[in-house]
C-alpha cells in the first residue's frame, strides 16, 4: 500500500538582508562649553551681554576697570624708552673707543668695559619690550570676550563686583548648542557584539551610522538624525556601561544639556541572514530548536538549528539551515522523519524583509520607543496569531 503523501506549506530559503537596532538611553551633552573667569583682578565696570542670548565668539562680556593696567603699560613704555637711550649712548662710547684704542688713547680694559655696558643696555632693551608686551596683555585682559558662540547662562556678579585673576567661580558659561552630543550608554556585556557589527560596516566602508533620538519617554521622535560619533575604550565602574558618543543637530534648540533622551543605533553592519518564521520552528522540552525541512525526495526530514536574536515574527537562524533548502512552515503537526509529503510553495514576506524595516533586533535589548503604548491584551493575541 503507497504511503498518502501529506499536504505542507514551504518556503525557500534565502537570505535576506535585515537592519540592526539597538535602543540605548542617553543624556544631552553641550558640544562645546566655556567657563567665563577673568585672567585679571579688578572691579566690574560692566556688564555687556543680556543673560541667557546668544553670544558669538569674540563677542565683549565684561569690562574690567582698567585704570591700573593701563597705568602699568605706559610706565612699561616709558621704561623702554629710557632702556633703549641707555643703548643708544653705550652704543656711541663703543663707537668713539674703537677709533681710539687703535691710538692707545684708551686702554683695553675701557674698552672692554664699554662693549659690555652696551651688551647689558641690549638686554635691558629686551627686558623691558617684554614688560610692554606684559602689561599690554594684562590690559586687554580688562576686556573679556566670549571664546566661543554659544548661549550665555546668567551672570554670577554684578558691576562693582570684585573679581580675582584664576577665580574657580566662573563669570558666566557659554554652551555650544547646535549641534549637540547625546552620550548613550551601552552594557558592557553587549557591546562587543556592537563593535563586532560596527568592524564588519567599517570593512564594507560603511563610515556613518545613524542614529534617531525619542523624547517624552520615548513617545517622541526627535525630527533630525544624528550620527555615532566615537565609542569609549572603556567600562564606567559603577554602572558597568560604555560611552558611545553620538552628534546631532540642534538649530531650534530642542535638546538641551543633561535632558534624558532614547536614541536608536541604525547599523547595517552584518551581511545577509537567514531568517525563518517562528512558527516553523519547533521547540522540545529541554528547549533544543529545530524545523522540517523537504529532501530532494519530498520527504520530510527533522533539522537542528541554532537561532540568535529575533526579527519581528521570525528567528535569524545562526546555523542548521543553508540557502535552497526548503523550510515546511504549515502542516508540521502531522509529521514524522521520513514521511513523504506534498510541497506547495507559501509566500512569508521576504520580499518585506528586504527593505530594511528597523526591527527588533536584539533579543536582550530595551523594547523599541513605541512599545509602552501597546497594551498586553494586544501582545497576547500577537503571540497567539504568532503560532
Do not use: C
Not at 236 to 260: C, E, K, Y
Amino acid at each position: 500500500m503507497s504511503q498518502q503523501a501529506i499536504d505542507v506549506g514551504f518556503v525557500e530559503i534565502k537570505p535576506v538582508r535585515i537592519q540592526h537596532t539597538n535602543q540605548l538611553p542617553g543624556r544631552v551633552v553641550s558640544y562645546q562649553v566655556a567657563e567665563i573667569r577673568p585672567q585679571v583682578s579688578g572691579i566690574i565696570q560692566s556688564r555687556l551681554f543680556k543673560e541667557g542670548s546668544y553670544v558669538e565668539e569674540g563677542q565683549q562680556l565684561y569690562q574690567i576697570d582698567a585704570a591700573r593696567y593701563e597705568a602699568d603699560y605706559q610706565m612699561a613704555k616709558a621704561n623702554l624708552q629710557d632702556a633703549k637711550a641707555r643703548r643708544e649712548n653705550a652704543q656711541n662710547l663703543v663707537n668713539r673707543y674703537e677709533t681710539l684704542i687703535t691710538s692707545n688713547a684708551v686702554s683695553q680694559q675701557e674698552y672692554d668695559n664699554a662693549l659690555a655696558s652696551l651688551a647689558q643696555a641690549q638686554a635691558a632693551v629686551s627686558q623691558a619690550e617684554a614688560e610692554v608686551r606684559s602689561a599690554k596683555i594684562n590690559l586687554d585682559y580688562t576686556r573679556v570676550y566670549a571664546p566661543i558662540s554659544g548661549y550665555i547662562s546668567p551672570s554670577s556678579i554684578t558691576k562693582g563686583a570684585l573679581v580675582t585673576s584664576q577665580q574657580s567661580v566662573p563669570l558666566a558659561t557659554v554652551r555650544q548648542l547646535d549641534p549637540v552630543y547625546v552620550d548613550l550608554s551601552q552594557s558592557a556585556s553587549e557591546v562587543r557584539d556592537l563593535q563586532e557589527r560596527l568592524s564588519a560596516a567599517r570593512l564594507n566602508k560603511e563610515s556613518e551610522y545613524e542614529v534617531y533620538l525619542y523624547l517624552n519617554n520615548a513617545t517622541q521622535k526627535y525630527p533630525h538624525k544624528g550620527t555615532l560619533d566615537s565609542t569609549d575604550v572603556s567600562v564606567d565602574i559603577q554602572t558597568a556601561s560604555i560611552r558611545l558618543r553620538s552628534v546631532f543637530d540642534n538649530p531650534d534648540t530642542i535638546l538641551l544639556p543633561g535632558m534624558f533622551v532614547w536614541a536608536s543605533i541604525e547599523e547595517i553592519g552584518r551581511t545577509k541572514q537567514i531568517v525563518v518564521p517562528q512558527k516553523s520552528v519547533v521547540i522540545d522540552a529541554e528547549g533544543r530548536k529545530s524545523v522540517w525541512v523537504i529532501d530532494t525526495e519530498n520527504k520530510a526530514a527533522k533539522t537542528p538549528v541554532t537561532t540568535g536574536a529575533a526579527y519581528g515574527n521570525n528567528w535569524i537562524v545562526l546555523n542548521g539551515l543553508e540557502s535552497g533548502d526548503r523550510l515546511i512552515v504549515e502542516g508540521t503537526m502531522m509529521l514524522r522523519e521520513g514521511v513523504l509529503v506534498k510541497p506547495e510553495p507559501i509566500d512569508v514576506g521576504y520580499e518585506d524583509m528586504n527593505l530594511e524595516v528597523a526591527p527588533n533586533s536584539l533579543k536582550d535589548e530595551a523594547p523599541p520607543p513605541m512599545a509602552p503604548n501597546i497594551k498586553v491584551g494586544q501582545r497576547q493575541q500577537n503571540k497567539v496569531e504568532n503560532r
